[in-house]
């Protein structure tokens, strides 16, 4: 827990004798991963390494950075605006984080979910399966498959100029915009909505990028672990996250209680157990636990040993006209105007 700690204090550009000492260590190997990167890129770009063509209209919602930039909640909202326009859309992603899964299957139950290491296998059998576009959740840098649109995220809780792996936590240096359609910057809760506006504004400045859209990730109701409406909590309470930036959602839950929580966190994508769970409640004393849609699919299964749980989903807010330049991107599609629906 104090690595995990350290770590993230590292990749939020804290100050303190533990951080210094990381980042000094990890440099060398921040150096190691950015030339096995760009090296792949480069090859991609000679032909060497190459991409194979899809077999429908695909777009791809990804990131520079490991996580907390929301690209679940867009890639699901993403796929619901697709789904009411009358597109079809399948859903195909890795699988690396089991809640991103189950979450999708929650929030779309009519797309399917296709979960595999090949995203082109995924769009053949969204092709096999009768649909129309392939949302890839998390696909920036799976290049072996070409895309009609890369949008990639942004948040302004992860300081420039970037670090990379393992020294911070992006991926790709921003260079790396340049291969992007759309550039989109999230925010969690008013405390970033301005950092997010005045990154946006500094990025429409910078020559050779694809143009830059804004996305609030907002709380929505209170719900239950099941999905359903839930009363609000009593504060005080118990917060509990396995998120990549559990601050953005300890900030939300402040915002909406009036008060910060005590929390109990986990690595991203922690896979909860019984003891967890028991561990929870003996922790809470009593008190309402308050937690993530991501957390709530994985804690469902021990519901029993839990007291009271009220979830705080995050609900994407994107800009004016997002929509449509997504679906001017698409073959055979134009941009509809202000306002205007596509059948």
């Known amino acids: 827990m104090r690595a995990r700690s350290l ?3 590292l990749w939020r550009g804290e ?3 533990g951080p210094v000492l990381m980042g000094a260590l990890t440099a060398p190997l921040a150096v190691i991963y ?3 990167v760009r090296t792949r890129n480069f090859l991609y770009r000679l032909g060497v390494l190459s991409s194979s063509d899809p077999p429908l209209p695909v777009v791809s919602v990804g990131n520079l950075a490991v996580g907390g930039t929301g690209k679940t909640p867009v890639s699901g909202w993403l796929a619901g605006e697709l789904e009411r326009l009358g597109r079809r859309p399948a859903i195909v992603m890795r699988g690396y984080g089991e809640d991103e899964v189950r979450l999708h299957r929650r929030w779309s139950p009519a797309t399917p979910v296709i979960v595999t290491p090949r995203r082109i296998d995924g769009v053949r059998e969204a092709l096999r399966l009768g649909r129309g576009v392939a949302v890839l959740d998390d696909g920036f840098q799976h290049r072996s498959l070409r895309r009609d649109l890369d949008i ?3 948040s302004p809780v992860h300081p420039l100029p970037p670090r990379l792996l393992p020294r ?3 991926r790709e240096s921003l260079r790396a915009l340049r291969r992007a359609g759309l550039i989109l910057i999230t925010s969690k809760g008013e405390g970033e909505r301005e950092a997010a506006v005045r990154l946006a504004a500094e990025l429409r400045r910078a020559p050779g990028l694809p143009p830059v859209d804004l996305c609030h990730l907002e709380a929505g109701a209170w719900e239950r672990l099941d999905g359903s409406r ?3 909590p009593d504060a005080p309470v118990l917060a509990v996250a396995s998120v990549a930036e559990p601050c953005s959602f300890l900030a939300l839950v402040r915002a909406r209680l009036g008060e910060a929580p005590e929390a109990r966190l986990y690595p991203d994508h922690h896979l909860y157990t019984r003891d967890d769970a028991a561990r929870i409640a003996r922790q809470a004393e009593g008190r309402a636990v308050v937690t993530t849609e991501k957390d709530a699919v994985k804690l469902e299964a021990f519901a029993e040993l839990l007291p009271p749980v009220r979830v705080l989903p995050l609900v994407a807010v ?4 997002l929509i449509g330049r997504i679906l001017g991107s698409l073959p055979g599609e134009a941009a509809p105007g202000p306002g205007e ?3």
């Open 15 to 17: 100050g303190g004798t």
């Open 318 to 321: 994107p800009g004016d006209g």
């Open 168 to 170: 911070g936590p992006f």
């Open 152 to 154: 990639v995220l942004l």
């Open 230 to 232: 839930g009363s609000p």
């Open 7 to 9: 770590v993230g204090r």
């Open 34 to 36: 950015g030339s096995v």
């Open 341 to 343: 629906a596509r059948a």
